[in-house]
């Protein structure tokens, strides 16, 4: 039986879409955690070997770090549209709304990424988990950096605390992954956002 040859003539096996297989491995460790995903897993849900998995993509902890950037890239990418906005105040309202819509969208799992796959991590996984720990401390700080800069323009009224607001917002979107991930309707995560604006300074 003849097989096809590669344009160099050298025979060999068509490659995998690498873009595709980490798709397929995000939503994987989306939906179980870095802790609760297994090997098997990863190549049952990426349609390849291990070997073809260590050689593409390195390690399971090398392939996190990569479905994280991929997370960062795409479904997150609205924390980076929303800190470039006009005013602080637009700022936080999209950085709500834009977990809300990434939240409750069909397409992902439900819940945050960074969040979810933080869950239950042992010791094991300290390396993972503190990276997560330093994506979030990464955008709180450029929240905060935000909104900084939003009280030297005159946005705020006196006595706020750019630091302390920074804090409350991306704890509520944390909270709100969790309500989303326990199965919370999209109307009730619109109505927490909803809330979650009636406390900002005015």
């Known amino acids: 039986m003849n097989h096809p040859k590669s344009p ?7 490659a995998f879409d690498a873009e595709e297989a980490l ?21 049952a849900a990426m349609g390849i070997n291990r070997p073809s998995l260590y ?23 609205y924390v980076k549209t929303a800190l470039s906005l006009p005013t602080a105040r ?19 799992p439900r819940g945050c990424f960074a969040i979810q796959s933080a ?15 330093s994506a979030r401390c990464s955008t709180l700080v450029a929240l905060e ?24 917002i991306a704890t509520v979107m944390q909270g709100m992954s969790v309500q989303a991930a326990s199965g919370t309707t999209v109307e009730d995560l619109r109505g927490i956002a909803e809330q979650a604006m009636l406390a900002w300074p005015s």
Not at 55 to 77: D, I, M, Q, V
Not at 158 to 167: E, I, N
Request: with cysteine; hydrophobic share 40%.
């Open 90 to 108: 637009q700022t936080a309202e999209a950085l709500l709304q834009g977990a809300v819509e990434m939240m409750a969208n069909p397409d992902h």
């Open 8 to 14: 160099t003539g050298i025979g060999r096996p068509r």
């Open 23 to 43: 798709e397929k491995a995000l939503r994987v460790f989306w939906e179980k955690g870095y802790e609760g995903t297994s090997m098997n897993d990863l190549t």
């Open 145 to 168: 950096d935000r909104f900084q800069r939003a009280q030297k323009a005159g946005e705020f009224p006196k006595g706020t605390d750019p630091a302390r607001l920074a804090r409350y």
């Open 55 to 77: 050689a593409a993509f390195g390690n399971k902890e090398s392939l996190f770090r990569k479905a994280l950037a991929r997370y960062t890239e795409g479904p997150a990418a």
């Open 119 to 133: 869950l239950a991590c042992g010791d094991e996984a300290a390396p993972v988990r503190d990276e997560l720990v």
